[in-house]
């Protein structure tokens, strides 16, 4: 399964990390919402081919120093998955509480790691808390200002300078005859969640700035 790799360095989070990641799901959407999980591992490998197990992997090196990847799961939420101490053969698997067609991560100011995700065009997110017994934050759900049913998000992506954690969202926007163009409909993080421009922009606007994250089709300007 292809994944990207990159280094996300933040304050490391006080607390016992493994009471963290038992306790984390007590702010989860409630267990009936999404479909009972039995871990990498589970016994139920004919009713979940690994072909469709896991999508958009995300792999990263948290301030623990562990592996941890971010994917959709089977059940369309995200997940992440921190691999055990050295001497045990499995990690703890935890949903985020967020669903979606598609997922971004950040870390925003005080080095908390933000996750955002995008479902039917509308926004939710969460970010790690301070509190060891809560990982994750009571997700947040955000609509885009004046969104058109002809627009749907392609992708996320997210940029750290400083304490300000700048966020790019890249829609496919249908104009009025019927021809579909690749917009760019930036945001930033203030405190608990992003605030959105107004519109999205043409890619050219922020072309420089997010070029690092844009592969050779989305780099195109139009």
């Given amino acids: 399964m292809p994944y990207s790799h990159k280094r996300i360095t933040r304050n490391s989070r006080s607390g016992n990390l493994e009471h963290t990641m038992q306790t984390a799901t007590n702010t989860l959407a409630p267990r009936s919402t999404y479909q009972a999980w039995g871990g990498f591992r589970s016994p139920q490998t004919d009713a979940y081919p690994v072909k469709s197990m896991w999508k958009d992997t995300v792999l990263v090196?948290?301030?623990?120093?562990?592996?941890?990847?971010?994917?959709?799961g089977p059940d369309g939420f995200i997940w992440s998955f921190e691999t055990g101490d050295a001497g045990h053969?499995?990690?703890?698997?935890?949903?985020?509480g967020l669903s979606g067609n598609t997922f971004g991560l950040g870390v925003a100011s005080g080095g908390l790691l933000v996750v955002l995700a995008v479902e039917a065009n509308k926004?939710?997110?969460?970010?790690?808390?301070?509190?060891?017994?809560?990982?994750?934050?009571?997700?947040?759900?955000?609509?885009?200002?004046?969104?058109?049913?002809?627009?749907m998000v392609e992708k996320v992506i997210t940029q750290t300078r400083g304490d300000n954690l700048f966020l790019g969202f890249i829609v496919l926007q249908q104009l009025a005859d019927g021809t579909t163009v690749r917009r760019l409909w930036e945001a930033v993080w203030a405190g608990t969640q992003p605030v959105l421009a107004a519109a999205p922009v043409a890619m050219a606007c922020g072309h420089a700035f997010w070029l690092d994250k844009l592969n050779v089709e989305e780099a195109l300007v139009n």
Wanted: hydrophobic share 35%; with cysteine.
């Fill in 61 to 72: 090196t948290n301030a623990d120093g562990h592996r941890e990847c971010f994917a959709i």
């Fill in 89 to 96: 053969s499995a990690g703890r698997l935890v949903s985020t």
């Fill in 123 to 151: 926004l939710s997110c969460v970010m790690e808390t301070y509190e060891a017994s809560q990982r994750w934050s009571t997700p947040v759900g955000l609509s885009f200002p004046g969104q058109s049913d002809g627009m």
